[in-house]
Nanobody, 128 residues
């Protein structure tokens, strides 16, 4: 089973940027669709963005379009989330997740239940 380790969270002011990284434990990662989710206190986990196995297809939640960019480097077993123009409402714990289902390598999912491997989460706090 793939293990995911996240890093890059922190405290920034509104309008600032952060880049999150998620490192996978094995190269099987390169066959998985990958997603980023976030969860704020008192709220349910929310889809942020996802990327197909080869990076050819991406999806973004409307709330982050134009500000966040997902990418992956399969040679490094790593997926990234570049976050620009951060807003206080972006504050949450951010999780990376892997979907190992072959049928969704390209037809990527926005549903958390379709992801079967999760990172530990990293806190992002945006001050106003």
């Amino acid at each position: 089973q793939v293990q995911l380790v996240e890093s890059g969270g922190g405290l920034v002011q509104a309008g600032g940027s952060l880049r999150l990284s998620c490192a996978a434990s094995e190269r099987t990662f390169s066959t998985y669709a990958m997603g980023w989710f976030r969860q704020a206190p008192g709220k349910e986990r929310e889809f942020v963005t996802a990327i197909s196995w080869n990076g050819g297809r991406t999806y973004y939640a409307d709330s982050v379009k134009g500000r966040f960019t997902i990418s992956r480097d399969n040679a490094k077993n790593t997926v990234y989330l570049q976050m620009n123009s951060l807003k206080p409402e972006d504050s949450a714990v951010y999780y990376c997740a892997a979907d190992s289902a072959p049928s969704r390598r390209v037809a990527i999912s926005r549903q958390s239940s379709d992801y079967n491997h999760w990172g530990q989460g990293t806190q992002v706090t945006v001050s106003s």
